[in-house]
């Protein structure tokens, strides 16, 4: 057999790292490119490994239609009458609102989220959802509505890195061995983290936060920003800094420090570390966005931020495509699901809030929602409130998956359709959002192509409902030239370029977006004002509705990131599986002891939302009052034990870290 070596993209996770694909029709090699200018040869083991994902002998490979309780294979023709059939019906019977078109974490935010919008938009449906509903959005609120963008490291110029709530050395493997090498090279590190992470142990200061807690220990770093390193800092370019300055100073160290378990000596030792050394770049992640206060906290992080950095003024960057044609056509769109609850993330990102879909469907708020198309996601494992949704999808009259594999979500569809991953797609990769100038190919890679590619349904279901103008290509290549020709880089250059890549020109974007209109930082944030949040951030944004107590004494984190796993998937793959074989608990040795627990023995954790039996690992990772569930499975769902009470006031974001838990000796 032929055995040729493709150039392309590893989109498993936001780094989209270069790769060199070889097949011989029996065997994947998958290796890093080192002509990449990114990633420069780098790949992870879950990049290189994924041949064995590809050829997993239980991918999907036809439709399956459920009949009873039978599943019945039936061909692609039929499949796609099925599904055209059923949305049909549910736009005749409750209106086109009541479809939702939902787009998961593994297809990315890019080519198909446009072409799944599109679609849904075309149908008449404003419920295009997308993972957004849970993942970095709330990152990008914060930081967007404090000065534009979100902030992007640049380590020749950098002398200081703040980690906060994220973990980059198990979630971005790419971009810790940069930060490793910055730190090597004398770039400070402070990691604010309630655990002492693979990130933390390469830390000059590791703040081991109480949970929940960062909003009142950012203002604290405000604080001390305001005090001492002067009113120039921020420069006159910005709005409400004389309100937060106040704000600042009429609190005290004392009151701010109580609530994040730091002492003094730990706060100024760190507070004179990331001051003295600026530039100070922060990288913030999930632990900040999962939480029922977490854009406010993130605003007060990025005012820091911008004190850290006063001449960095992120604005978001991209390779300037042609808008996909025909949306002066959308019918009129009704309001989109958690539009009263989140309006500005309904607004702002033009998607439904999909932690309101279960509202619809069980309770016709604010309508019925009746059917739903799934691509690339596996809500079932990674929404919050497991019964609830459960209880949702089992209500919906049609459910279709699009999926390589039978999940838990698929399991629950009456249609499912195989769908082929990156290494069988063509699409295109910017990664200007990351804030690289860099414009990419991902190719079709393989000789044995397995399922459907993603464009390839949504044209196809286009046509069958009658929105051919919307998709007006015969193929996916057609459709990104047309994308692709508002610029200078076309399909073919892509394809030469030995990377599968190309740099960019950029003009910056300065007063692009409506988040800061006049290009100024703002303190003070007129749009929250203007939704009816409090535009500063000051400490009673920062409070919760319920904190740890006598019933609930530990804080739990679900859903921190593990090395080998890409959320819900690779569990059923022996490579993947031998390194991290089972989900557990980590506990610390000391609370341990104290329940006479030992390492492997199981037990229960319980939260006010459920109780699920898992096995104990003893980490002195976590703190003695913390513990850690990692999400994604099957056996022990970490989102059992999480809720739809209460969520992010300004992004409908749900509560899935710092959330009060007990552990259970199975005996009692
Ligand atoms: N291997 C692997 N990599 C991935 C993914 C994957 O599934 N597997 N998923 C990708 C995706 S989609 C995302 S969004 C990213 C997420 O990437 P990150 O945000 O970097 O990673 P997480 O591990 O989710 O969370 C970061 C940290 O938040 C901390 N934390 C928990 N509660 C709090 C708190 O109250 N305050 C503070 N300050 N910290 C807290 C946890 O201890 C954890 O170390 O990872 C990406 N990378
Ligand atoms: N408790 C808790 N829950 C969480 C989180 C947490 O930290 N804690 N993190 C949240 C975050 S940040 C995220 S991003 C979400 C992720 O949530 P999901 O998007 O549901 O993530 P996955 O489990 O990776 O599901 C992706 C699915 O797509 C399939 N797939 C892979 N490649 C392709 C492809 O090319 N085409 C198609 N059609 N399908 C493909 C995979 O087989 C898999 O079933 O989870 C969220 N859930
Ligand atoms: S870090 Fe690993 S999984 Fe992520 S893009 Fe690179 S090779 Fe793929
Ligand atoms: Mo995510």
Redesign the pocket.
């Given at each position: 057999m032929e055995n040729r070596r493709i150039a392309t993209i590893c989109r498993i996770?936001?780094e989209n790292c270069g790769i060199l694909v070889s097949d011989n029709g029996h065997t994947l090699k998958i290796a890093g490119n080192p002509e990449h200018p990114i990633s420069r040869g780098f790949s992870c083991f879950?990049g290189r490994n994924f041949g064995d994902v590809h050829n997993a002998p239980d991918r999907l490979r036809t439709p399956m239609l459920k009949k009873g309780s039978r599943w019945v294979s039936i061909s692609y023709e039929d499949a796609v009458e099925v599904l055209v059939h059923k949305l049909n019906a549910a736009k005749d019977k409750y209106g086109p609102q009541s479809v939702a078109f939902y787009k998961g974490?593994s297809v990315k935010h890019q080519e198909i989220a446009h072409y799944m919008s599109h679609l849904a938009f075309g149908f008449g449906s404003p419920n295009y959802i997308s993972?957004g509903s849970l993942?970095?959005y709330a990152m990008v609120l914060g930081h967007s509505l404090t000065y534009g963008g979100m902030p992007k490291p640049d380590f020749q110029r950098l002398k200081t890195a703040v980690v906060?709530?994220?973990?980059?050395a198990?979630?971005?493997p790419l971009e810790f061995s940069r930060l490793k090498r910055a730190v090597r090279d004398g770039t400070k590190l402070m990691v604010?983290?309630?655990?002492r992470?693979k990130?933390a142990e390469q830390a000059d200061i590791h703040l081991p936060?109480t949970?929940?807690?960062?909003g009142y220990l950012a203002l604290a770093f405000m604080k001390h920003a305001v005090e001492n390193v002067g009113p120039d800092a921020p420069g006159s370019l910005s709005t409400g800094w004389d309100i937060l300055s106040d704000t600042v100073k009429s609190l005290s160290y004392g009151e701010l420090l109580r609530h994040t378990g730091l002492d003094w000596p730990q706060f100024h030792r760190a507070a004179s570390l990331i001051f003295a050394n600026r530039p100070g770049w922060v990288l913030t992640?999930?632990?900040?966005?999962l939480?029922q206060v977490g854009v406010q906290a993130i605003r007060a992080i990025a005012c820091l931020q911008s004190v850290l950095d006063p001449s960095n003024r992120p604005f978001p960057i991209s390779a300037g495509m042609r808008d996909l044609p025909g949306r002066e056509n959308y019918p009129p769109l009704p309001a989109a699901i958690g539009a009263t609850q989140a309006p500005l993330y309904v607004q702002t990102r033009r998607e439904a809030q999909g932690m309101f879909l279960s509202r619809a469907i069980l309770n016709d708020d604010p309508y019925p929602l009746r059917a739903m198309l799934v691509v690339g996601g596996n809500p079932m494992s990674t929404f919050p409130a497991y019964s609830e949704h459960r209880r949702a999808l089992e209500k919906l009259d049609f459910l279709a998956v699009f999926d390589l594999f039978m999940t838990q979500t698929a399991q629950l569809a009456d249609l499912v359709l195989p769908a082929s991953d990156h290494l069988d797609n063509l699409e295109l990769h910017d990664y200007g959002p990351a804030g690289r100038p860099y414009l990419g190919l991902v190719k079709p890679a393989t000789l044995n192509p397995i399922g459907l590619p993603t464009w390839k349904l949504v044209f196809r279901l286009a046509r069958e409902l009658g929105l051919e103008r919307l998709f007006p290509w015969a193929d996916n290549r057609d459709a990104l030239a047309y994308r692709l020709s508002a610029g200078s880089i076309q399909i073919e250059d892509l394809e030469k370029s030995p990377g599968s890549v190309l740099p960019y020109e950029t003009a910056e974007k300065r007063n692009n977006g409506w988040f800061t209109a006049d290009g100024k930082v703002q303190y003070r944030s007129e749009k929250l004002e203007e939704f009816g949040y409090v535009g500063v951030p000051v400490p009673n944004c920062f409070e919760v509705p319920f904190r740890t107590d006598r019933e609930f004494p530990l804080?739990l984190?679900t859903?921190?990131?593990?090395?080998?796993?890409?959320?819900s998937q690779y569990r059923q793959v022996p490579t993947y599986r031998d390194r991290t074989p089972e989900a557990f608990v980590d506990v610390h040795p000391g609370t341990a002891a104290e329940l006479d627990i030992g390492n492997g023995d199981r037990v229960f954790v319980a939260t006010r939302y459920g109780r699920m039996e898992i096995r104990v690992n003893l980490s002195d990772e976590v703190r003695r009052d913390c513990i850690?569930i990692p999400h994604?499975w099957e056996e022990a769902n970490a989102n059992t034990l999480t809720g739809l009470e209460y969520f992010d006031s300004i992004s409908g974001f749900p509560w899935l870290?710092?959330l009060p838990a007990r552990l259970e000796r199975k005996d009692g």
């Open positions: 996770c936001k879950k974490e993972v993942c970095h906060w709530g994220a973990n980059p198990n979630a971005s604010v983290d309630p655990s992470t990130t936060i949970p929940g807690s960062d992640g999930l632990g900040l966005e939480q804080w984190s859903g921190d990131r593990i090395p080998v796993y890409q959320h850690r994604g870290r710092a």
